[in-house]
């Protein structure tokens, strides 16, 4: 039986990239399974990480303890990527984390798994806010930085339509966000963000993120002015936090 994988430090993101290694070729038939499941371990304490100062307890830690930690759904336990749960609020914010790391042999785009990928994430959100409707749930879906230099090339709708695949993601993704208040449809998330990561070269470690409420480009990779940082994100994270479990009180001048 092959020793456990020690688990590292993550403080960014080409961190999750060592821990994942190695990486299948894309021609592999084997492999690549096994290396989407690490990659989504590595994220979970990379997100749980940046966000711990303000959720004590979230889970995983930091050596990796608690990844896929159980959360209570309408329907049973269900396992989250990313959990920080409290006495008081229950399940107060949860964060999904999606990977598709490959091309399809076939259409030789990133686009064929988005439908099973949305029917996850869509039955992730309705069972969670069945059952705590105040729930903060942000979806985070990972994607190679070239899924953004595909348009026009491949096969299938999108690629006639003259999208690249991240163009695709964004257009396909926009229906699963935002949920504005606790009241709302139980199927969307508070927020859903797209993450184009590079793992070869000198783009390696280089993470931006894009949100599906914005307007994407068709054929390009997004400009820097366009993106966001991770930083941002996980602002973004606590503010919506914030505005449903503790609004600022405001006072008119």
Known sequence: MAAKKPFPKIRFFSDCLKYAEPRPAPEATKGKGPYGTRLSKALGVFVANGLRKDFKGI????????????????????????????????????????TINYRDPSTKRYTKNYSRVDNELRAEAMDYHQRQPFSVLVGLLFLPVDAADDAGKGTGEDAKAGLSSFAAAVKYFRTRSPREGP????????????????????????????????????ARRPKPQEALSYEDVLARIRTVYDSRNNPPFEWVD
């Not at 830690?61 to 609020?89: I, M, Q, Y």
């Not at 590079?198 to 390696?204: D, L, Q, T």
């Not at 470690?205 to 599906?212: K, R, T």
């Open 59 to 98: 889970l995983p830690l930091p050596d990796g303890t608690g990844s896929e930690s159980r959360a209570r759904t309408a329907k049973g336990f269900k396992k989250l990527d990313v959990n920080h749960s409290t006495v008081e609020l229950g399940l107060a914010l949860g964060v999904s984390i999606k």
């Open 183 to 218: 009241r709302d449809a139980l199927d969307l998330f508070e927020g859903f963000y797209i993450g184009l990561y590079g793992f070869v070269g000198n783009e390696r470690g280089e993470l931006v993120f894009f949100d599906v409420k914005q307007a994407p480009p068709r």
